[in-house]
């Protein structure tokens, strides 16, 4: 049965009193080791399952389980769901989780009838098999609609610390009818909804033709607009519409040519409504650099690099280039503080900051002490915050870890037990990062790696980039190397360069670089991912290491979007 830990610390207190005689376990079902877990109490921070350490319990100190949210648990919830659903109508089923884990649900019915319920779009769905339940998020092939009367979906629902399971009957005539699945009721044929009731008992006239499978160019024509759409890439889906006039005169059957001509009409509509927001992206990108406003650069021109990651054009590369070389000149100057922005806030409204020195009191030597204290304790409070990210260049890390030893000198004993602790640990992980790391065993310079054992170590390296982007993870090449084994051979510099190479370019041109998942949690691959992103078109300057930690977060935050449900 799956469990969600409640994250307040009142709220786990009242769960381990309701859970008193129960054990959990890091379920195979979910991807995980098998080893027993204990809850992990926090007052500062979420409470957390966490395994026992090695040799407890049977416990391991190692698990790569990709995901831990709730949804990770979403085929044993419709498991439940559907077994509770069936025995209330008097009726049994076999359950089994084909590979991968998580992803397919297979249900086969006492009477003989199976169908399979597909959570995210991993498998591809068969219709041969028995009538499959797809989840919301999963694409039909085209033409789907046009061939059968309906098509059911499937959605989780978060109530509390449960999931809520629904099922939703889609069809050509009217939008999805989502109703719980505690309300569907059993047929000889399997589910049935009231919305699938109505489709059927219309008259036959009234159903849609059947009509032929679309020819295998207009359903790649379908798929990569509706691919590079949900991507996001303005410029990709121009030059699809742009380049499919030609290939329309081709087609001479109706049906298939209205189907294509649907689809590329739905792409100028999104076409036309994107280019709209990218242009006033880029047009408030060219006002700030106009006004020289430095934090307003940065700023829209995170948002309109990534918008163009993967196509711009030649006036959107221009304006791209002129906002690098602007932050390039302003990265040396300071920011400016809080009251001089403040300060200049209220001068572009017309009015003056208002001096306080008449309207206060002398302030005491002792309330002053305290004032500089308490600042000394919020600047040492987001300091620490501030480490306890992950994605930040070793140079920056280091001048924040001087500006902390300041800080906790000025802030004196109004330091909590708790923040002390996290001080100390980060000074640790400071203290190990300095150490040098053992050498690997040198390989002889004649020794280079062949072409196909590099080809081979990329494959296994983007499997294992997509999991940790549908994991919303980063990875290190260490990481990476613990997790693949002799997969990821030993590599030098310009090896590992040529692999991320490769990594990325077996991506779809709708696809964000999954290099960028290396590259945020390992700075030591920034540069394999500046030179990766350059051959496919990009423009990414290799003296400015901040504006490309700033490409990389960016791209990072899409790839998750993108992988999130694939």
């Not at 849609?208 to 024509?221: D, G, I, N, S």
Request: glycine share 6%; aromatic share 4%; proline share 5%.
């Amino acid at each position: 049965m799956p469990v969600v830990l409640p994250i307040e610390a009142i709220a786990l207190d009242a769960f381990r009193r309701r859970h008193r005689g129960d054990s959990f376990w890091c379920g195979l079902l979910l991807g995980g080791c098998g080893a027993r877990l204990a809850d992990k109490l926090y007052i500062d921070r979420q409470c957390h399952f966490q395994h026992y350490p090695a040799g407890q319990h049977g416990g391991e100190a190692v698990c790569r389980r990709r995901g831990v949210g709730e949804s990770s648990a979403d085929h044993l919830y419709v498991k439940g769901a559907l077994a509770s659903s069936l025995a209330s109508h008097g009726r049994a089923a076999r359950f089994s989780y084909p590979d991968p884990i998580g992803s397919v649900l297979d249900v086969a019915l006492a009477g003989g009838r199976q169908f399979r319920v597909h959570l995210d779009g991993a498998v591809q769905p068969s219709w041969h098999d028995g009538i499959p339940i797809l989840g919301e998020g999963v694409a039909l092939e085209p033409g789907t609609l046009s061939r059968c009367q309906y098509v059911y979906r499937v959605r989780l629902q978060s109530e509390g610390t449960q999931r809520r399971v629904w099922i939703g009957t889609e069809s050509l005539a009217r939008p999805t009818q989502w109703v719980p699945l505690a309300e569907c009721g059993w047929t000889a044929d399997g589910l049935v909804t009231e919305a699938a009731q109505r489709i059927r008992s219309q008259p036959d006239a009234a159903s849609p033709p059947r009509a032929r499978p679309l020819p295998e160019a207009v359903t790649r024509l379908i798929r990569g607009l509706e691919s590079a759409q949900r991507s996001g890439t303005v410029e990709h889906v121009r030059r699809l519409c742009e380049s499919s006039d030609a290939f329309l005169h081709k087609i001479l059957e109706p049906h298939t040519r209205a189907q294509a001509q649907q689809a590329l009409a739905e792409a100028r509509t999104w076409l036309d409504a994107h280019m709209g927001y990218q242009q006033g992206v880029f047009a408030d990108l060219q006002q700030a650099l106009d006004d020289k406003r430095a934090w307003d650069v940065r700023e829209h021109y995170n948002r309109a690099t990534a918008l163009t990651r993967r196509g711009a054009s030649d006036a959107e590369r221009q304006v791209l280039h002129n906002a690098r070389v602007f932050l390039q000149e302003k990265n040396h100057q300071p920011a400016p503080d809080t009251e001089a922005r403040r300060r200049e806030a209220l001068r572009r409204v017309g009015r003056q900051p208002r001096s306080g020195a008449a309207l206060r009191r002398p302030v005491t030597r002792l309330e002053r002490a305290r004032s500089q204290e308490q600042a000394a304790m919020a600047r040492v409070q987001r300091l620490v915050s501030d480490l306890e990210q992950t994605h930040m260049s070793s140079r920056r890390r280091e001048a924040k870890l001087r500006e902390l030893q300041e800080a906790v000198s000025d802030a004196d004993g109004a330091l909590t037990g708790t923040l002390l602790r996290r001080i100390r640990r980060l000074r640790e992980e400071a203290r190990a990062a300095d150490k040098p790391a053992p050498s690997p065993p040198a390989r002889p310079a004649a020794a280079a790696l062949p072409e196909e054992t590099l080809v081979s170590a990329a494959a296994a390296v983007r499997g294992a980039l997509k999991r940790a982007a549908r994991a919303q993870q980063t990875l290190t090449w260490a990481a990476l190397e613990e997790q693949l084994g002799s997969a990821l051979p030993a590599m030098t510099e310009l090896e590992r360069q040529r692999l991320v190479a490769l990594v990325d370019a077996a991506s779809k041109r709708e696809e964000p670089l999954l290099s960028s998942i290396l590259a945020a949690g390992d700075p030591a691959m920034a540069e394999a991912y500046r030179l990766s992103a350059n051959l496919l078109g990009g423009d990414l300057p290799a003296d400015d290491r901040e504006v490309l930690r700033d490409v990389i977060d960016a791209d990072v935050r899409q790839t998750h979007t993108f992988w999130r449900h694939r």
